[in-house]
């Protein structure tokens, strides 16, 4: 009974492996992490975000504005922390590390060498744009805002370019 259960497992990894390799790239790109944060929904290319992680303990950086919330040692690897939602002019909440629906998003290789994370107040899954309108862009927003979205119901989504953000002056510029 037991190998017939492993026999199973088997055939159910590779059917699993051969399905997710049947997946086209224009699928994949059509997919967006969602985050709510600063009381907005945000959508983040699957290329953009490293990874999604509990909160973890930070080291705090003197003399940094405000939104810095310091550096935090993930496998390793130091990350420089920022409050996204202070970064954007909200005031600061005390984020505490495993706090139960804030996140820390990671910034992934499309960013470059910038080892840095965005704490977000909850991530909402993943959208498929093909289920969302475009929408008309903010006038006179930052370079890093991509397309805004709407769904059938009309909450609207503003997608965020980490690749770009990861360049800007003002998120790079954490010194007072």
Not at 51 to 67: F, Q, R
Not at 90 to 97: I, T
Request: charged content about 20%; some cysteine; hydrophobic content about 50%.
């Amino acid at each position: 009974m037991a190998r017939t259960a492993k026999l199973d497992l088997r055939a159910f990894q590779q059917e699993l492996a051969t399905r997710l390799a049947a997946k086209t790239a224009a699928q994949v790109e059509q997919s967006r992490l969602g985050i709510a944060c600063a009381g907005t929904q945000w959508l983040i290319r699957l290329s953009d975000a490293g990874e999604v992680i509990a909160v973890p303990t930070m080291a705090s950086v003197p003399l940094t504005k405000p939104w810095y919330l310091g550096i935090a040692n993930i496998r390793g690897n130091l990350y420089g922390v920022v409050d996204f939602a202070g970064f954007l002019g909200r005031p600061l909440e005390p984020v505490a590390p495993g706090a139960s629906q804030t996140r820390l998003v990671l910034f992934g290789p499309r960013a470059g060498e910038l080892r840095a994370g965005l704490i977000v107040h909850r991530v909402l899954g993943l959208r498929n744009l093909a289920e969302l309108s475009k929408s008309e862009p903010m006038a006179d927003a930052p370079a890093w805002y991509g397309a805004r979205w709407t769904e059938t119901g009309g909450a609207a989504w503003q997608e965020i370019d980490l690749a770009r953000l990861a360049q800007d002056p003002a998120f790079l510029q954490v010194g007072l």
